[in-house]
């Protein structure tokens, strides 16, 4: 179980799933009907990575109550490289996103609410960066960030549910309460896409948490070894 | 929309999310395999410098 568990065990079958979803989505899902066509295909990673992206910051989320309960810095790393990932996949959704509305709607950006709201999101977490490069001592940075990444992501789910919120804005809702919105064979392609995007994540942020640790054990050897 | 544009579209995305992802997989395993040989320089320079002392203490 542990060896499953292992980053080079989940980076494998990240890669395996996001290869097969790949493959499913151009050679078994169907082109989309509307006016989209081809370029709906853009969906099967940029709706898994967004996703991802909010479950990242879920975990941020998550870590921040737990270390101001416990005062242990474990979660603070994990909080930290949780937020570090949220973001890199926060920036591949803003990227793909900007392609998918120049494509869908012949427009780079548009001030809507599930882009606008997302966009804060990304500004939210940089700060969060900003926060923990001002503030020196271990515990107290600890402390401020946890703070700080619990009031980021009160937009989590307003993001989330803007599009289901305001409906008159122009990003598609797609899945809904008992209505996958789409064909079984679109469906299949996008599940394991989303599959692979979730072992991704786990696996990034096993590996960030080891790169984390071993800049904490190289600082103690240095400190003990006196410089 | 045409397929030629659809496809210039869709590969822009697939090839920008590849390219990031692939980037930082090898970055992050690099600052690993760094930080790896950096604890191991530092172990190995502790033990060096304990083992005088060590010696010291017997004779």
Redesign the interface.
Known sequence: MKKLLSAPALFAGAGICLIAGLLLAFWWAPADASSMGFSQKIFYYHAPIAEVALLAFGVAFAAAIAYLRTQNLKWDRLGLVSIRIGLLFSILVMLTGMIWGKAAWDAWWAWEPRLTTFLLVCFLYAAYWVLRSVVDEDQRRATYAAVFAIIAFIDVPITFFATRFLPEGLHPVVIQAGDSGMESSMLVSFLISMLGMTLLLVALIRRDLEIEELKDRVTDLKTSLGG | ???E???K??A???A??LA??II??FM??R??SA??R??AL??D??KR?QAPAGQAGVE
Do not use: K, N, T
Request: glycine share 4%.
């Open positions: 929309m045409s397929i544009e659809g496809v579209y869709v822009s995305a697939y920008i999310i990031v992802l930082y997989y992050s395993a600052r690993v930080l790896q950096d604890v530092l172990e320079e502790a410098r």
